[in-house]
């Protein structure tokens, strides 16, 4: 062996200790760790419920729209006390509002979004109605189709739902109909409408 070479092995053999010591090991396989990670979409968003509103409001849960699905995120709701509607148009109308409510510049940022625009109301059962009905102030089916998988599934998922399904209709007059929140809903919400059908007259 050569002086050159056995002073290289005497080298190597050194570097090898001085890692081995540090609690490093010694790899002759190249490593990528690639980019730093960026913010996980979809994460958990900040719910915006101060300790105020906890201790006026009603904790529930709506559905917006992240990374293409429906991800569950934390309200607080205040429930109506008057006497006008039932209880469960009242609810129904509270989460409505929370729907159609912009998400936090936190929840933005995690890439939530909501597809229900401010404007549309809710009222309870017509007098020919099931009780456990619910009008919308325009069809269901006139809504973008992941708007109407948010109401459904907020819906269906709270005490606004009849057995975990959720009874709609549009202005009185027209034709109620039975939804229900499916996981192929909520894993396409822009491509796979809630199921639903015609209630009998």
Not at 40 to 48: D, E, I, R, T
Not at 156 to 162: L, N, P, V
């Amino acid at each position: 062996m050569t002086r050159r070479r056995l002073r290289a092995v005497l080298a190597t053999a050194a570097l090898a200790s001085v890692l081995t010591g540090c609690g490093i090991r010694s790899t002759e396989v190249p490593t990528d760790f690639g980019a730093a990670p960026s913010r996980v979409p979809c994460g958990a968003a900040a719910s915006g419920i101060s300790a105020r509103d906890r201790a006026t409001g009603v904790p529930v849960q709506i559905f917006l729209l992240c990374a293409g699905r429906l991800v569950a995120v934390d309200r607080t709701v205040r429930i109506p006390t008057d006497r006008t509607g039932t209880d469960r148009a009242r609810i129904a109308q509270a989460l409505l509002n929370e729907l159609s409510t912009p998400p936090s510049e936190d929840e933005r940022q995690a890439g939530y979004a909501t597809e229900l625009r401010r404007g549309i109301t809710v009222t309870g059962p017509r007098p020919a109605d099931p009780n456990e009905a619910l009008r919308l102030s325009r069809q269901p089916q006139e809504l973008p189709t992941a708007a109407l998988a948010q109401l459904v599934c907020t819906y269906a998922d709270s005490a606004a739902s009849d057995g975990g399904s959720v009874i709609l209709g549009g202005p009185a007059g027209t034709q109620l109909r039975r939804y229900e929140c499916t996981p192929e809903t909520r894993d396409r919400p822009g491509t796979v409408p809630p199921p639903s059908r015609a209630l009998e007259s």
